[in-house]
């Protein structure tokens, strides 16, 4: 059982490249979320899904892209990467109303 | 709206030195409190949690009491050690929807 998984664990981009960030999951945890972390922000969330084929917008949506096909995966897509967009992404499941588990994060870097 | 304000840091601590962490909350309704706490590279733990008014948290040592009259949900530990440096975060979850909020976090560093 390895809970939630994120690859790559760092990740350096150049201004107006794509990527995929991957999150995975083996709880069969319906919510999957999408945060990012940036210095004195705390937690962001960006997108949500509470199950497949489901996604909603969190606070911080833009330039971001999500799908979720699978219960287990919920990518989160970086179409045209900015220097703002740099900072440590985590992704987080749910079990019913409110225990979350987080993943171990990916740090982005956008030059 | 929703929000969270946590002391700001960093703390820094002697070993077994008493512990608090201020955290007040803005919410409608009646939400559930909670204490995340992000070891260094690793993504954030569930602490304690409190899902109603005068409920207390605790584990590990650490403890928290929901406090609607001064909406505050402060932690607290009596004598800490050097493995709990880490950072603490503060959140709310509404009542209703699925969203939850954060706050700044607060970083502890703990000395032998």
């Known amino acids: 059982n390895a809970g939630v998984t994120q690859t790559p664990k760092f990740q350096v981009l150049k201004t107006g490249q794509s990527m995929t960030l991957q999150c995975a999951q083996d709880?069969?945890?319906?919510?999957m979320s999408w945060y990012r972390q940036d210095p004195g922000m705390g937690l962001r969330l960006i997108h949500y899904s509470v199950g497949a084929g489901i996604t909603d917008q969190g606070e911080v949506p833009n330039g971001y892209n999500v799908s979720r096909s699978t219960t287990e995966d919920f990518p989160l897509r970086l179409l045209s990467a900015a220097p703002s967009q740099t900072s440590v992404y985590f992704c987080?499941?749910?079990?019913?109303?409110?225990?979350?588990?987080f993943g171990p994060g990916t740090r982005l870097l956008v030059l | 709206g929703n929000s969270v304000t946590q002391m700001e840091g960093p703390v820094t601590l002697s070993e077994e030195a008493f512990l608090t962490i201020n955290c007040t909350y803005t919410?409608?309704?009646?939400?559930?409190l909670f204490w995340y706490v992000q070891y260094p590279g690793e993504g954030l733990q569930l602490l304690l949690k409190a899902t109603k008014a005068d409920d207390k948290g605790s584990n590990k040592g650490f403890e928290a009491t929901y406090r609607k009259e001064t909406t505050s949900f402060h932690l607290e530990k009596g004598s800490v050690q050097v493995s709990d440096s880490a950072v603490y975060f503060c959140a709310l979850k509404p009542n209703t929807g699925n969203q939850f909020y954060f706050g700044t976090g607060t970083s502890l560093t703990v000395i032998p």
């Open positions: 919410a409608t309704g009646y939400p559930s």
């Open positions: 709880m069969n945890h319906e919510y």
């Open positions: 987080a499941t749910k079990i019913g109303e409110e225990t979350q588990y």
